[in-house]
């Protein structure tokens, strides 16, 4: 299979869906990973187009890790909002990965750019099969199933299936720590995050909290999007 993984910045996915993904690369299929924006506004220090470029960098270091492609459609971080381009964009993104599965942030989040994600690739999965509607890229034959994995700290989130990560999880860590430009960051904007803390600490909690539901070490939780364009019998995570 194809599998494309969607977010709005670039850390979402390693947070939330990268042992899945380590999952699916070690077992043959083809892994996307996708960012919206560039995160160019995740320094105190640098300007926007550094930053922008150095976290791009840094997210195709942790998509080679486990020989994903990555792809970056370079909006503002924070500053993301739909039109014609960006629905454009987004069809032709998706053709070019054509995806069996896409992984995505939930519709309700706590980010207007995880949310906006999410709100699009809900809206343009019925219209990547659609040749009235062109792009430089061909259009897709068939329509991925989508699942949405966690808000931060999983709140309000009941999953409907889990990926036992447990062989993958040190994979997933390693993901994450490319992202160290957002050590700095998380430390310069955020209340209570101090050197003490372990930049994987939530991360790490948040792999227990669902391993514990389902009866592993660690896990990653998704909650299923079924509609009527998307229903299949079966299971298509790892
Ligand atoms: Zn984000």
Same mark, same amino acid.
């Given at each position: 299979m194809n599998i494309l993984a969607v977010g709005a910045h670039p850390d979402d996915i390693e947070i939330n869906c990268a042992g899945t993904l380590a999952k699916y690369a070690a077992q043959g299929h083809k892994v996307f990973i996708c960012t919206a924006?560039?995160?160019? @506004?995740?320094? =105190?220090?640098? $300007?926007k187009d550094e930053i922008g470029a150095l976290r791009k960098q840094e997210a195709a270091k942790s998509a080679a890790i486990i020989g994903a492609e990555y792809i970056c459609l370079d909006y503002d971080d924070e500053l993301f909002y739909e039109d014609v381009n960006v629905r454009i964009d987004f069809i032709n993104m998706v053709r070019h990965c054509k995806p069996d599965v896409i992984l995505t942030h939930n519709?309700?989040?706590?980010?207007p750019d995880h949310m906006l994600t999410s709100k699009i690739i809900n809206d343009i999965e019925v219209m @990547?099969?659609? =040749?009235?509607? $062109?792009?430089?890229e061909a259009p897709c034959e068939t329509l991925p199933v989508i699942y949405y994995f966690e808000p931060a700290k999983g709140m309000g989130f009941i999953p409907t299936d889990y990926v036992d990560i447990t062989d993958f999880f040190e994979t997933k860590k390693k993901m994450f720590l490319c992202h160290e430009s957002q050590q700095q960051w998380m430390a310069d904007n955020?209340?209570?995050?101090?050197?003490?803390?372990?930049?994987?600490a939530d991360m790490t909690i948040q792999a227990q909290y669902r391993g514990m539901q389902c009866g592993v070490k660690y896990a990653e939780a998704f909650i299923r999007c079924n509609d009527a364009y998307r229903m299949t019998p079966s299971r298509l995570l790892p």
């Open positions: 924006t560039s995160g160019n @506004i995740g320094s =105190a220090t640098l $300007p519709p309700h989040d706590y980010n @990547i099969p659609i =040749a009235k509607i $062109p792009t430089a955020y209340a209570g995050y101090s050197a003490e803390d372990t930049f994987t």
